[in-house]
Structures are given as C-alpha cells and as structure tokens.
C-alpha cells in the first residue's frame, strides 16, 4: 500500500475540518430528513442520529485532534543487528482496507474516517439507512477534503447496501477486506461474525456492571451510579447492572435509599431474589438471561452479594466485557476486583461513562473493542496499525 505523506493527509483533514464549518446548514438539513423518517419506537437509537451544532463542534475538534496525533505509520518497534549481520527493523503498518457496520450515528462516519485515513488505511462506511441522508454529505465532504489535495476518493467510502447485498459482501467482498469492526448490538455483531470472511474486532456492547463493596463511601456510591446509568441511556458506557454487597453498614436502609434515588430520576427496577427481600414491591429479574442483557433504556438490576469473589464471578459470567465499577475504600479489594474482573475497562471509585476515547487521553476512537485481539479499550489511531519486519542482508543464505 502506498504511504500517503504526513503533511498531505493534514491538509485533507484541514479541508474537511472547513467543510463541516462551513456547511453546516447543509448537514443539519439532510439529518432532518433522517430524523422524520425515523420511527421512534427505538429511543437510544434516535438519540444517537441526532445532528446538532454542538455535534459538529464536536466532529471538527475530533478531526483537529487527531490532525494534530503523530502520524502512527511507519514508526520504528525495534532494531536488531543479527549475527548473520542481518539488520532486522519491525515498523507500523496500514493495516489496508477496513470496513466499518454501524448503527445511526452520524458522528461515526467522520470519526472512523478520520482515524483509518491517518492511519494510511482504505475504510468502507457502511451505516445505516437511518442515517442515509446526513452519511451521504458526510462522505462528499470527505471526498471533496481529498480532492482538493490531489488525492482520489477511493479510500473513504460509503456503502450504501440492504441487509441481503452486505451478507453477500461479507461472504464475498468485491475487494480484499483486512479487517471488519460490527459498532452496534447483538444482532449486528452475530450477523457479521456469521459471514464475514476476514478478521472481525467486536464493539460497542455494553451491559457494564457497578459493584458496591462493604467498604465504599455510600454518598460517593450514589452520585457515580445516578451518572453511569442516567448521564447518558444510549451510549455501550452505560451502567445496567448494579450489586450491593449484604455486609454494607445499615443494608437495608441504602438499598431503598438506592432504589429511590432511581425510580425518582425515572430509571425502573428490577432486582433478585435476596434483594427482593428488602425492595419488597420490585419487580424480579424475570430469568437469569436478563443479566447478558445491555438495557439502553432507562431500565436496572439490582443484585446482592456476599462476597467481593461472589460479585467478580457474576460479572465475569454475564458482563460483555467492557467496563465494570467497584466503589470501595478498600484499595486492595479494589485491586483484586480491577485484577480478576475480566472487561476492558476497570475502575475504582467513578463512572463507567469514561470508557471513551476522549476520556481516557486516546483521542478519536473507532470503536470500543471488548475482543482481545489485537487491541482492547478505545481503538485510537495508534491502534489502527499492525506491524511489518524489514529485514536488510548482504547476500546471506541461511545454513
């Protein structure tokens, strides 16, 4: 793949950074149209289409932001001189074309750009048909960013295909694919892990988990889960599950001081068996799959537990792996839990709602990734590279 020049690829994302500022009158009226044809019967997903001035603010700065990054392709890993006198260099590497599925959101399309085009990589958008008419300008302003540096248009795309030619595509892609990242829920992913035929990162499910500790500050407790549940309903940050530790002082006083709290800023409550022996009016968690389930909605558990282990466990089996609070005072409780839970973003004593790009001093992500290969957390630009060894020899054979 040929290498695109820094100070080239700056400008292009310049132009673009003009382009979104000066046509925005352009964009917001294309995302009404996306919006009036919305049905609203998926509030989360409605929230995320929106387009707003605040929203394009938001697009220009992660634009400039990652303007501003170090190119991330072609950095030197290591240097080896061998015995051979063979000189071993390993450098970042384009990973090539990438496609990214994704639901409704707008802010996507110039985010995932923005990152795979500095990173020297192809991208293929293949949004929603929720968002068909504000993803369209978007793509012709990235087209035009690039024609007014004497690049072609190929290397950020937009798909416009229904559910039957993408299955298709996964299957057979009509150029080679390098790596696919599904944004979006379950089905999304299934359907893209079923027929893809190339490396597929899976992102953006939620289902985070908060776990209160026999030792955690209980005002602190309450200001952290009112924010990871409520700040935000539509976002894979969001809080849904949360588990209360039986040996909290005064128990059963806090966990109607918590269902309160909730109910009162308008989040329903289902709870456990053992809670319900407190939270006696609650609904019960109706079957245990309802603890895999991400909510997006206004919508929590409540579960009680004995133990630190007792919570690991339940979170290790039903969490999707990508955040999960404990609030303790106890730093070595606190380091265990961090430890032994098994999710790409753990924390002591704060929102799940930081497991963010932005938040988390990455930058610009394409995604969350909850896989394990190659990368983990916010995918930034740097980790939109893979590695390449140039191996320089004089003529020397190998024995």
Known sequence: MKLIATDIKNKVLASMERLLDENRVLLLGANKIDLDLFKKEDQAMYDRLIVTD????????AVKAVRSQDDPVNKEITRKEMDNGLEVINKTAPFGTIMIIYESRPD????AAVLAFKANNKILLKGGKEAQYSNTVLVDFWQQALKENGLGTD????LTMNRTETQQFLKEPTEPLDLIVPRGGERLIAFVKEHAKCAVLVSGRGNNFLYVDEDADWEKSLKVILNAKTDKISACNALDKILVNT???GYEE??????NILE??????????KTMEVLKNEVLIPEESVWSEEFLALRCCIGSVDTLSDAIQKIND???GHSATIMTTDTQAAERFMEQVDCAAVYQNASTRFTD????GVGAELAISTDKLHHRGPLGLNELVTNKYYIYGDGQVRD
């Open 264 to 273: 009162d800023n308008g989040v329903s409550v289902m709870v456990d068996t």
């Open 155 to 158: 290397c950020i795309q937009l």
């Open 247 to 249: 040996n909290v002082s």
């Open 254 to 259: 806090k966990l109607n001081g918590l269902r």
């Open 108 to 111: 996507v399309t110039v985010e």
């Open 318 to 320: 039903y969490s999707g």
């Open 54 to 61: 605040k929203k394009i603010d938001g697009m220009i700065k």
């Open 357 to 360: 790009g932005g938040q988390m």
